[in-house]
């Protein structure tokens, strides 16, 4: 399996939750002990490196394992702050590709 990092999306294919709507993404924030973190209804995430975060929410902690690989890959908008200074104007926007995974929020519910 194609393991996700922080900043790749993840596709709902079916929800279970009102906050997140079906054919909606989220962005994979974190990635440790088999799970990633999702953040849903996402503003535009902040990249560092390999750090991500990302005001929005509902938040999840999927397991890998409910994650499938897609061949799709699009262009993500990301922001940092200029020469590593934050302030007032010294946000910038930037575009990277990222990797797209589907999940069945629904099929987690049930195994539980």
Known sequence: MSIPRPGDLVEVEETDDVLIEKGSYGVIVNVQRGMVVVVFNYYTPYKKGNYVTASGGPVREIPL??????????????????????????GVYFKRKVRVFKVNLQSISLDK
């Open 65 to 90: 394992k409910y994650l499938k690989p897609t061949d799709k890959v699009v262009e993500q908008t990301f922001w940092t702050w200029k020469g590593d200074i934050p302030g007032e104007g010294r």
